[in-house]
């Protein structure tokens, strides 16, 4: 009889996606990411960080400053467009787990990647100007969306286990 206790397909990708986001050193928001084509295989992964070859003890962590170039936010490449960028294959039909909705930047990028789902976790920002333009350019283009709702609430990864 086979184990019923394993997780969905959805579930795996996601926890791709969150465990992904483990490598972002940004102290406020870790977000990762997961391209999956149609044969659920793995083309794309990402989190959010600054840019290859600019340190991250030489560019600001903030969220606010004074002047925005003292802030985060002009230099960090978000999970989206890290997978994307990361990715190996064409993305045409592909789908891309987030733990967090897509802002409208990375919106962009996804649709012109030809990536054609976005299933995500959390939609906190739903009400930001950012995620509004989101949602209207994935409906114009034909990208669904959808929210996961996980059986499983916490996976745990025990090392120890295989030690």
Excluded at 113 to 130: A, M, N, P, Q, R
Aim: with cysteine.
């Amino acid at each position: 009889m086979k184990r019923q206790e394993y997780i969905s397909w959805d579930e795996y990708f996601m926890g791709i996606a969150l465990l992904s986001s483990k490598r972002s050193k940004d102290p406020n928001t870790q977000v990762g990411a997961c391209i999956v084509n149609s044969l659920n295989k793995i083309v794309g992964i990402g989190y959010n960080g600054f840019p290859i070859g600019c340190s991250d003890d030489d560019l600001p962590w903030e969220r606010s400053a004074d002047e925005p170039n003292l802030t985060k936010y002009p230099y960090v490449v978000h999970a989206e467009a890290n997978a994307i960028l990361n990715s190996t294959k064409d993305l045409h039909g592909a789908r891309i787990y987030v733990d967090l909705f897509p802002c409208n930047e990375c919106a962009k990028l996804i649709i012109q990647s030809g990536i054609k789902e976005v299933v995500f976790l959390s939609d906190k920002y739903k009400d930001t100007d950012s995620v509004k333009a989101s949602r209207k350019m994935f409906k114009l283009s034909g990208v669904k969306e959808r929210q996961l709702t996980v059986r499983n609430k916490k996976i745990i990864l025990d090392y120890n286990k295989v030690l």
